[in-house]
Every structure is written in C-alpha cells, then in structure tokens.
C-alpha cells in the first residue's frame, strides 16, 4: 500500500474570544494519497478553508491548532516553527488561491516571481530556472510563453493569471497541492480549462491535491474523493461518484437536490431550509439536526461520528444499528 502524502488526524481549531472559545474545525479527518484529488465542499462557514489554512500553518490570529495531528508524509507539520513551516510552503506543499492577484506581486513580471520561487527552492543556476519558468507556462498552457514571460500580472486576463499561479504552485515540484476556491473568480468556460488542467498536471507530476470549493459541478468533474463539511465536522466522505449518485447524509442528499438536472422533470430544486449555525450557536447531538427533515430524539442530544457505508460513510444516525426505526420522527 502506498502511504498517504496528507494525514489530517482528529485536527481542531479554536477560536479564544472573551465570550469564550470557538471551534472552527472540530476532530476533522482524512487522508489523500498520491495522485488523488480530494474535494472538500461545503457552504460558507463549513470549516474548508479554515482546515486548509490549519494544513499550510497559515491560521489567522488568534486562530490556533487546539488538537489533532497534521503529518506529510508522514512527518508531522502542525507544531513546527514558523521558519521550518515557510520552508515547506511552496516547496512541499503548492498553493492555489481564489484571486490570482492575491498571489502574484503586481511590480515584478511573471518570469521574474517564478525564477525567484525556483531558485529558492532549487539549486538551479538563473539560467535554468528561467528555463524551466519558461517550460512550466507552456506547460499550464500559456499561449507564446516565450514573448508573456516578461509581462506584468496586470497583463494577463484572469484565467490566464490562474494558470501563472498555478504554475508558481508546481514550481518546486510540491508532494501537495492546496487548492481554495480555484475557479470562483472565472467565468464557466474558463473555470472548465482550470479544472481540466489541475486534473491533467496533478495525474502527470503525482501531485496529491486538496481541492476547497463550495461548488459542487466543479468537485464532479475534479475529485476522485469527496469530503462534505458542515458546522466545522465531516458530514460525508467517499468517492465522488458515489456521494454525488447515492449520497447518505441529509444534508449531502439537499445539496445534491439543489443542482439542477438536463433530465429531470422536477419543477422545483431541493431548498434546504434554515442556515448554517454560527460558531457561538451550534446545537446540541448534530449540528444539522434543527435543519433536517429525518431528524429524531437521538440526533438531538448525541453527536455522531462517521459511521462507514459500503464505500463511503457519513455521520448520520440515521446509519446506526443502535438506532431503532421507533424513534424516527414520523
């Protein structure tokens, strides 16, 4: 068996306020193997980005790892110094952000932001980083890669400034990928070529990726595995083909309501009624229960854990052998 690139063990991120602590992340778990796309959906507030942010040590104070244990591979991450994780970033592990601007310096070219990456983290002469710089653009497919490699940010349309980011991201030849949002700032047909090209360049370097987005279209056509995130916890996780086709949880089962389909004759989508609580007013049991049409007396007092099903598992009650057909609420 191949050992993860990713480990994320029981991972908690609290949030200390004077009115008291706020869990944002609450005992989160999985694994991504190399080459493997893991999607991680939810809505806003679910909890994706701030596990994200916890696995790249990029926590906003006074956010802080309360618990748990990130390792790449297998060596643990979550506790190093400051220094020792900067080295990792960009090195070990690549990052995609949502707005490309975010990401690149608007006073240096392109070329320029890319050969300082490389050589930060390789031992290449100029001359070959700007070598490879310029074979890292043809490769995330910037057209006369040749001539742009001198531009300026401002030069480039949006999706083409993603492809420069996504090329700074592979620049070092990263184990990991963390991917927030990638596409949301682009217009559909460019986010369809973004998708296509993570895809094709993680399966080409072995790259693992962790693909955050509250889309769900876009974790279809990417992931290989799916986790789904509310309040903070793993609801689902699975295959992608199997939470999209037959999802478990209640609140999987509304989100995959809510997407529209060419062969359906539905004349309404699924609306999942209320919202996502906030972090000072998460419910007793399972957070989704006040928003659940199944919900009974046992989702309201314990909180589940994921109980496996077939291929996938989901932290649903509904699930639990211990759970008798006479509590549900008719």
């Avoid at 300026?152 to 990991?176: I, K, T």
């Avoid at 509250?214 to 295959?239: L, Q, S």
């Avoid at 359906?264 to 007793?284: C, F, K, V, W």
């Amino acid at each position: 068996m191949t050992d993860p690139v990713l480990s994320v063990r029981n991972l908690r991120v609290e949030f200390p306020t004077r009115r008291g602590t706020l869990t944002a992340v609450d005992d989160v778990s999985f694994d991504i193997m190399p080459g493997e796309v893991l999607g991680v959906v939810g809505e806003s507030g679910a909890g994706k980005s701030m596990t994200g942010n916890a696995v790249i040590g990029l926590l906003e104070p006074p956010g802080r790892i309360a618990g748990g244990e990130i390792l790449l591979q297998g060596q643990r991450i979550d506790h190093l110094p400051y220094e020792a994780m900067r080295r990792i970033r960009g090195k070990r592990i690549g990052m995609v952000f949502q707005d490309p601007l975010t990401s690149l310096d608007p006073l240096y070219r392109v070329g320029e932001q890319l050969v300082e990456t490389i050589l930060t983290h390789s031992k290449m002469s100029e001359t070959q980083a700007r070598a490879r710089a310029l074979e890292l653009l043809n490769e995330v497919g910037i057209p006369a890669a040749k001539a742009r490699i001198d531009a300026y940010p401002h030069q480039f349309s949006g999706g083409m400034r993603q492809r420069v980011v996504l090329a700074l991201a592979l620049a070092a030849r990263p184990e990991l990928v963390i991917a927030d949002e990638p596409t949301t700032a682009l217009d559909v047909s460019v986010q369809a070529q973004i998708i296509a090209l993570i895809k094709r360049l993680c399966a080409q370097y072995g790259v693992a990726v962790m693909l955050i987005t509250h889309d769900m279209g876009v974790i279809a056509e990417t992931a290989d595995r799916v986790a789904v995130m509310y309040a903070g916890r793993i609801a689902e996780i699975g295959p992608v083909r199997n939470v999209v086709k037959s999802p478990y949880h209640p609140y999987t089962q509304g989100l995959m309501g809510a997407i529209p389909k060419l062969d359906s004759e539905a004349d309404r989508l699924t609306q999942i009624p209320g919202a996502m609580p906030r972090l000072n007013a998460i419910p007793r049991g399972c957070a989704f229960n006040p928003r659940c049409a199944h919900v009974f007396d046992r989702c309201r007092a314990e909180r589940p854990e994921l109980i496996p099903l077939e291929r996938s598992a989901a932290a649903c009650w509904l699930y639990d052998k211990a759970s008798q057909p006479a509590e549900t609420a008719s």
